[in-house]
């Protein structure tokens, strides 16, 4: 057989593939309109769908929440589910979106995806609740605002945040002749010595291990925490240009350099919690991580180190947002669940089950009891007050993504001066947040 | 990631060319009776098989590479601490435990997810042989108008990276199909499997011409000649078309993840690849969870195919496959 | 292209095209030819196809050439015609550049690869009579074990304080394989060469069994010996297998995703793993531009046709 004859068989299949892409063009549009049905929505009452996180303590706090409510309410039950999600929770979140099958709300929403959900009109303004913006401003207090999408709605409930602490490891320390009681982690330059002595002592690898995977989320526990403790709480972006090109950023960007070059931290990716796992006497993670550290590190942590010593230190929240989805019929019952999940009650449950903050602005004084019976939570606590987000832009997850390649580029792996790849990545930053 | 998972290919035609060339009258005689099929290689067989010690230890040595991972996987996935050390890939009592696998049956329910991937396996393979058949055999031994077509169409199905179509195929399959949280909808995108119809094809042409000419004289109709005549000679090729059909979804992660929220739908390797990405990082020993995982996984695909092995290389019909 | 001719020995193939010719002016009386049922055989699977995939890939080149991503059922927006916007943001895309470089390193090394061991095994296990059925199971287990689960291993024992480099000791790589730009891509190629190399072996296996083994007894009359067996009858005899094989080979290379999505924690280190599939992945699907991740998709769609045809011209090109 000639491969002319065949080629051109399977040029005239594209051809038809094009043919149907016109058909698809009609057929891909809007099938109803729901534009109308909007308000009557919101208050509709009935059986909802909710998906919550399938971190082990989550889903305990989630199953007792349901059931409290479940009890109360049996004309209008929830059925709940834990995220089916890998690493790829937005994906599976997006792709629910375009087919219609989302559920009513997601309480594991990262703020990163939320501009893009919403640019998909996957989600419900919660100011459409007639006390849905009093609610938020009186729960969470100012820190809300940094929630709010371009458009001034709020498309997210900031629930709990799980600010960025250093934590270090006191036997490690110990092992290194170092005193674990009062860490030389003051400072940055401090804490640079500190990595020295520890890997030179030989007590460990590597001083600390901050995944170096190309996902665009890392940045968020190596660059963000110091960067934000840098610049008192400045975003990656604001007013739509790139700030971290300046010596602040440059600052970090060094300091981290220097520690992949003197083989104080591994370029490579660690299968697992490096820290849990005595490789790395350091890490920077949220609360959360307290839970898996029981048992197997004897742990002390600092707030994160700046340039100079600081008395408020700011840091990253990593916080998780409760969104309401469009594709949701019973809203009115979708909200009332959203505002009984985060209730003065429900959010003392999720401190106490999994450490984790709820983002109150009365949190100390609403739960003082379990603080003065918890005082290693207490710093999250105080600490969760200044904490910075990611910025809400449309191109949030690719903004993240040119950071992270640049980074990646330059200090881990050293093929570009800090310079030109912060430079390069902040020029593509600033055309990216112009975008609509 | 591919949905088209690759199937062997029979290299010979030997089996068209020969009765073609021959008197038409004499074809229904030659054709072989299943089971017999005739052998070129004959008694020669025999001579050909004299192995230079050098091409034994090459073979010996690429088993070695081949498998040897493989034992490192299961070692790896006993030990109560990871070790690296050269020593750490023989067994040592002292760092001999069950725990990673115990803590897996913990947090994964193994007989559902090995029962939907049963359902989503078998139904896959169903679809593959019913219509991999019917089109191989349309193709290798059928003359009609559109035949370029659909063989054209054939190697460009194969050539589509599968990501391309995820998204669009996702939103028909769930927005206007409905079949999320379904097994049709786990199966549908890899019920035609064209690697499958390829390998049918190939076995099909093997087959002489005549021999169904011959049918068709007698007034047998194309189906009862399918049926009767077609497939009976080429069970082999079904056999292995259905292995290596298996591979596929039972491997198979991205698309059942995203058509199945409900976690009693989910497949085994959905089900374990989350373990591995989740779960096994809080586990005490992260690596011996991952590897416990990848055992738990391989066992089923391997125990199969050893069980299947005999079957699976007698794939030439062209040489006596009685023995 | 043509794969029916790359499973017909040259001589065979001739021959029955012959006959076919000849036969087929006097036959080809129906419009829808001799056996119009065909049709019908090939209407499931047709339907099939075009039910399930033509129209999303009709759907993803309109996608290609708008500006476009998803939205919610009912969601109403602009969709502009954009031309080849996407496509010249694709192209001029120094990562998107990066991956196909990345493909092209990684086929440079994995079809060569892939072609000789697989031929060269395929022949030993051809030939060997004893432990026969454990070497064929060794060589095929990696295929039938899903990527899921082998890379795990894979990573333990290439990481820095893996057992390859312990083994290596002094003459392990610094930085390690899968961290070292240099090294990440050709191990990936090798993992693959590793995982895949099972079923080209299969191909070859069957291929081997074609050569008339009266053409190995008069070259050991004339006093041949192996080396020359093999590259005068053997690799001659399995050219079509190889076509196959090289066509199989880069079509599986091309569609690269798996692995630098497991292996090198999202196509690193800087970008030296990353693959034209991966970056559809990380741009359509992560961060909703479905639009720019189309065009990179028919773009490499185009591309592998196009090396097909180039490689069906060099491998396979004494056959026409």
């Given at each position: 057989m000639k491969h002319g004859k065949v080629s051109s068989r399977i040029l005239s299949l594209t051809a038809i593939a094009v043919i149907g892409a016109g058909l698809a063009a009609c057929g891909g549009g809007?099938?109803?309109?729901?534009a109308s049905g909007a308000n009557s929505a919101t208050t509709a009452k009935g059986p909802i769908k909710i998906w919550y996180s399938n971190n082990e303590s989550e889903v305990k706090w989630g199953k007792d929440m349901v059931a409290a409510w479940n009890a109360a309410h049996p004309d209008q039950q929830v059925d709940a589910q834990e995220?089916?999600?890998?690493?790829s929770s937005e994906e599976v979140i997006g792709a629910a979106i375009t087919a219609g099958?989302?559920?009513?709300?997601?309480?594991?929403?990262s703020p990163v995806s939320v501009p893009q959900f919403q640019k998909q009109g996957?989600?419900?303004?919660?100011?459409?609740?007639?006390?849905g913006a009093q609610y938020i401003k009186d729960r969470t207090?100012?820190?809300?605002?940094?929630?709010?999408?371009s458009d001034g709605?709020?498309?997210?409930?900031?629930w709990k945040s799980n600010p960025v602490v250093l934590f270090y490891n006191k036997d490690i320390f110990a092992k290194a002749g170092l005193d674990p009681a009062n860490?030389?982690?003051?400072?940055q330059s401090q804490f640079l010595d500190t990595a020295r002595t520890l890997v030179k002592s030989g007590a460990?690898?590597?001083a600390v291990w901050p995944s170096?995977?190309?996902?665009?989320?890392?940045?968020?526990?190596?660059f963000y925490p110091f960067y934000a403790a840098n610049t008192q709480g400045s975003q990656l972006v604001k007013d739509g240009k790139a700030?971290?090109?300046?010596d602040q950023g440059k600052q970090v960007a060094t300091m981290f350099q220097t520690l992949y070059k003197e083989n104080l931290a591994s370029k490579e990716v660690y299968k697992g919690d490096s820290f849990a796992d005595g490789k790395a006497a350091m890490s920077l993670a949220g609360p959360w991580a307290i839970a898996s550290y029981k048992g197997k590190v004897n742990w002390g942590e600092v707030p994160i180190p700046a340039a100079a010593t600081q008395d408020k230190s700011y840091t990253f929240s990593d916080a998780k947002n409760v969104a309401m989805y469009s594709?949701?019929?019973?809203q009115g019952t979708a909200w009332d669940v959203l505002k009984f999940a985060t209730s003065k009650e429900q959010d003392g449950k999720l401190l106490s089950q999994t450490g984790q903050m709820p983002m109150r602005k009365d949190l100390t004084t609403a739960y003082a009891d379990y603080f003065t019976q918890n005082p290693a939570y207490k710093n999250f606590a105080d600490q969760a007050a200044r904490t910075v987000e990611v910025p809400n832009l449309n191109n949030a997850v690719q903004v993240w993504q040119t950071f992270r390649d640049a980074w990646s580029k330059s200090?881990?792996?050293?093929?570009?001066?800090i310079d030109d790849a912060f430079k390069g990545a902040s020029d593509k930053i600033n055309q990216l947040a112009a975008q609509k | 990631m591919s949905i088209f998972n690759k199937a062997p290919l029979r290299n010979d035609d030997d089996g068209a060319r020969r009765p073609r060339a021959s008197a038409p009258e004499g074809a229904a005689s030659e054709a072989p009776t299943p089971g017999s099929v005739p052998s070129r290689?004959?008694?020669?067989?025999a001579k050909r098989k004299n192995l230079g010690v050098g091409s034994f230890v090459l073979l010996a040595l690429g088993a070695f590479v081949f498998l040897f991972p493989f034992y490192y996987m299961f070692i790896g996935s006993l030990q109560t601490s990871p070790d690296t050390s050269v020593g750490g890939a023989f067994p040592s009592p002292a760092n001999i435990t069950g725990e990673n696998y115990s803590n897996i049956n913990n947090s994964i329910d193994l007989l559902k997810g090995l029962a939907n991937s049963g359902i989503f396996t078998g139904g896959v393979i169903f679809f593959t042989v019913v219509f991999g058949l019917l089109v191989g055999y349309a193709l290798a031994q059928m003359q009609f108008r559109g035949k370029g077509f659909v063989f054209g169409m054939m190697l460009l199905v194969q050539m589509i990276p599968f990501q391309l179509l995820l998204i669009p195929l996702y939103v028909m399959i769930?927005?206007?199909?409905?079949?999320?949280?379904?097994y049709l909808g786990m199966i549908l995108p890899f019920a035609i499997n064209s690697t499958a119809v390829f390998v049918f094809r190939q076995y099909f042409m093997q087959l002489p011409s005549t021999l169904f000419e011959a049918a068709r004289i007698d007034g047998a109709s194309e189906l009862r000649i399918l049926w009767q005549i077609a497939i009976p000679l080429v069970r082999p090729a079904i056999v292995t078309a259905i292995l290596l059909t298996f591979i596929g979804p039972w491997n198979e992660f991205l698309w059942p993840f995203l058509v199945t929220?409900?976690?009693?739908?989910?497949p085994l390797a959905v089900s374990l690849a989350n373990y591995i990405s989740n779960i096994a990082a809080t586990a005490s020993n992260p690596f011996g969870a991952i590897l416990a995982g990848a055992c738990v996984l391989a066992a089923p695909a391997v125990a199969l195919f050893i069980f299947f092995q005999r079957q699976f290389i007698s794939t030439n019909i062209g040489s006596s496959v009685k023995g | 292209m043509s794969l029916r001719s790359a499973g017909v020995p040259a001589t065979g193939d001739s021959a029955g095209r012959a006959v076919d010719q000849r036969q087929a002016p006097r036959k080809r009386k129906n419009f829808l030819g001799r056996q119009p049922l065909g049709l019908l055989f090939s209407a499931p699977y047709v339907i099939f196809v075009l039910a399930v995939l033509a129209y999303p890939l009709g759907y993803a080149v309109y996608i290609s050439f708008h500006q476009f991503y998803f939205t919610a059922p009912g969601v109403q927006v602009d969709r502009p015609f954009v031309g080849l916007d996407n496509y010249i943001s694709v192209l001029s895309d120094p990562e998107v550049q990066r991956s196909f470089a990345n493909i092209g390193v990684f086929l440079i090394i994995n079809v060569p690869l892939t072609v000789g061991l697989s031929l060269v095994l395929a022949n030993a296990l051809n030939r060997v009579t004893r432990l026969k059925t454990f070497f064929r199971v060794s060589y095929y287990v990696p295929y039938v074990t899903a990527s899921v689960a082998v890379v795990g291993v894979w990573l333990f024992l290439f990481q820095q304080n893996g057992l390859v480099n312990s083994i290596l000791?002094?003459?392990?790589p610094n930085p390690s394989w899968l961290t070292n730009s240099w090294l990440a891509m050709p191990t990936v190629a090798l993992y693959v060469t590793w995982k895949q190399l099972g079923f080209f072996i299969l191909l070859y296996l069957a291929a081997l069994q074609?050569?008339?083994?009266e053409l190995y007894e008069s070259a050991s009359v004339d006093g041949g010996n192996k080396w020359v067996q093999f590259w005068n009858i053997t690799v001659p005899g399995v050219r079509s297998a190889s076509v196959l094989v090289t066509l199989l080979a880069t079509i599986t290379g091309a569609n690269l995703f798996t692995e630098p999505y497991l292996l090198t924690g999202g196509g690193g280190p800087d970008g030296a793993s990353t693959s034209p599939v991966f970056l559809m992945y990380q741009k359509?699907?992560?961060?909703?531009n479905p639009d720019v991740a189309a065009a990179l998709g028919v773009v490499l769609v185009i591309g592998v046709l196009l090396i097909a045809l180039i490689q069906k011209r060099l491998v396979g090109g004494k056959e026409d």
């Open positions: 809007a099938s109803s309109s729901t995220i089916p999600a890998g690493k099958n989302a559920p009513c709300l997601v309480f594991n929403t996957g989600l419900v303004p919660l100011d459409s609740f007639p006390d207090g100012d820190l809300a605002d940094q929630y709010k999408s709605k709020m498309y997210q409930l900031p860490p030389k982690l003051a400072t460990v690898a590597n170096t995977a190309s996902d665009f989320f890392q940045s968020w526990f190596d700030t971290f090109n300046n594709a949701c019929k019973n200090v881990i792996f050293g093929n570009q001066s | 290689k004959g008694s020669s067989v769930v927005r206007d199909y409905g079949l999320s949280d379904s929220k409900d976690q009693a739908m989910e | 000791g002094p003459l392990a074609n050569i008339p083994d359509g699907i992560l961060q909703g």
